[in-house]
Structure formats: structure tokens, C-alpha cells
């Protein structure tokens, strides 16, 4: 599984929405993001999705900004880590 394209993917999905509608943003943070994610979470291993994340020079941040904040089944450590790094990376993106 290519992470890097998943989270490109959804950072680029998530500018393109906020850019058309900036009102949009609670609704984003929500509901669509949980949602994208929710839909992709079958198609990729999650604890090698954490993995990946962790040992990303860029996108470690969210990992450790995760850890001890949520524990549960790989599956839902994975959506959590994902949310907060595509958050993560929306706010560094739009300064």
C-alpha cells in the first residue's frame, strides 16, 4: 500500500473542499474527514499505516501527538493517527 499517495489524496480532497467554501470547516473536521477515512480504512493495514506515520521524518508529529491520547483496536489507532495528521498537515499547509 502506497501511504504517501492516502495521505496526499486526502490532504488534497481536503484543500480543494475548504478552498470552495471556507464556512465549510467544522463541517470537514466533523464529518467528511471522518468519513473519507472511515471509507478508506479497509483497504489498508492499519498497524503498518501507524507504522509508516510513526516513521515518517514529516509526518511523525501526528503519532506522537496521538500517543497515550488513544488506545483501542489497530483499526481505530490508525483512523485517529490519520485524523490528526491530515489536520495537522491542512494547518501547516494554510499557515
Not at 5 to 10: D, S
Not at 32 to 50: D, F
Not at 61 to 75: I, Q
Request: glycine content about 4%; hydrophobic content about 40%.
Amino acid at each position: 500500500m502506497d501511504y504517501e499517495t492516502v495521505i496526499r489524496e486526502l490532504v488534497d480532497r481536503s484543500l480543494a473542499v475548504l478552498q470552495t467554501d471556507p464556512a465549510i470547516e467544522d463541517h470537514w473536521r466533523l464529518r467528511l474527514l471522518p468519513e473519507w477515512i472511515t471509507t478508506i480504512l479497509p483497504a489498508i493495514a492499519p498497524e503498518e499505516c501507524v507504522n509508516f506515520i510513526r516513521n515518517h521524518k514529516e509526518y511523525s508529529f501526528a503519532y506522537y501527538d496521538a500517543f497515550g491520547k488513544v488506545c483501542g483496536k489497530p483499526r481505530e489507532i490508525a483512523a485517529y493517527v490519520l485524523t490528526e495528521l491530515i489536520k495537522g498537515l491542512i494547518e501547516e499547509q494554510r499557515g
